[in-house]
């Protein structure tokens, strides 16, 4: 039995380009996170022109997006809309096994540019039985991607049948406890703090800036984050500058002063301390594993 498709139906799920013709998203990089390594962090990050989905094929710990943490494990398909703040952590001393595909030009009807579910949308999915497919299916699009133009393609045309796919699985919630209050307040927090999180701050300033106490602030944003507001500010810095080590050709003392370290040194000790290696060992590492561009 065979089933005849009679029309593109690329035109109904991605929305049209300027020339008005169907547009397949950009695949712009694959990168294969070996479970059971040394963790290295990936702290707080943003991205200003591509969204991430990511596959989580062994291991279990938590995802931080959106002022809330969220439990994740072997099965779970995550997504990373652009402009949001994110970070996956494992649980244990070894990293999660995942893979990560970095996407620009993504038009999916009804959302904007670069949105794999809309903003509101919950951002943890369990492949359920797709994950044996799923899993395959990032194995071989990171396994060819760095084999020629043909395939480049290919891997591109697997990793839309992956945003289809993932992006019509259905919603199984497994959020923390937090008030709705509570959850809109930590938000607000969140945006002040990714709006200033390279310039000085001290949790007086944020308590200033809300006219709230200094106590409240830092309890009620770690309640819903699992980080308090300055950790959190350390991760973002920390994640920004492995995004600059790993796209641009900065020097680490520019880097620092970048993300709001006036003394490189120090700068050095912390990402250290967050990440397992120092940032040119890191951005090394980062290089040796990525199959695409480095844009992230």
């Known amino acids: 039995m065979s089933t005849k498709l009679e029309t593109n139906y690329l035109n109904h799920v991605f929305s049209q380009g300027m020339s008005g013709n169907e547009r397949m998203p950009t695949l712009l990089y694959i990168t ?19 969204c991430e989905i990511l596959l989580v094929y062994r291991g279990f710990g938590n995802y931080v997006t959106r002022s809330q943490t969220y ?11 652009q402009g949001e703040a994110h970070e996956v952590r494992s649980m244990s001393d070894q990293e999660i096994g995942t893979y990560c595909f970095g996407v620009s030009n993504l038009r999916l009807e009804g959302l904007p540019e670069n949105h794999i579910i809309p903003s509101d949308g919950y951002p ?18 990171y396994q060819i991607l760095d084999t020629g133009t043909f395939g480049k393609a290919a891997a591109q045309c697997l990793t839309a049948a992956l945003l289809l796919i993932a992006h019509k699985i259905e919603v199984e919630p497994r959020l923390t406890d937090s008030s ?7 938000a607000r927090i969140r945006d002040y703090l990714d709006q200033h999180f390279t310039e000085p701050l001290t949790l007086k ?3 200033d800036a ?13 309640k819903t984050t699992g980080y308090s507001p300055i950790q959190y500010v350390i991760r973002r810095r920390i994640g920004l500058a492995q995004t600059y080590l790993v796209s641009s050709d900065y020097t680490a003392t520019q880097i620092a002063t970048i993300v709001g370290y006036d003394n490189t040194n120090y700068f050095s000790t912390i990402f250290t301390k967050i990440v397992g290696v120092s940032p040119i060992r890191y951005k090394k590492q980062y290089l040796e594993s990525l199959r695409g561009a480095a844009t992230q």
Do not use: W
Not at 71 to 81: E, M, R, S, T
Not at 124 to 141: I, M, Q
Not at 212 to 218: G, N, V
């Open 32 to 50: 294969k996170q070996q479970f059971g390594g040394q963790k290295r962090d990936r702290p707080l990050h943003s991205h200003d022109s591509l």
């Open 71 to 81: 439990p994740i494990q072997a099965g779970d398909i995550l997504f990373y809309n």
């Open 124 to 141: 943890v999915r369990p492949a359920g039985a797709l994950f044996d497919f799923l899993n395959e299916l990032c194995e071989r699009a």
């Open 180 to 186: 709705e209050q509570d959850t809109r307040m930590s």
């Open 205 to 207: 300033t944020l308590a």
């Open 210 to 222: 809300f006219q709230c106490s200094e106590p409240y602030i830092s309890h009620l944003f770690k």
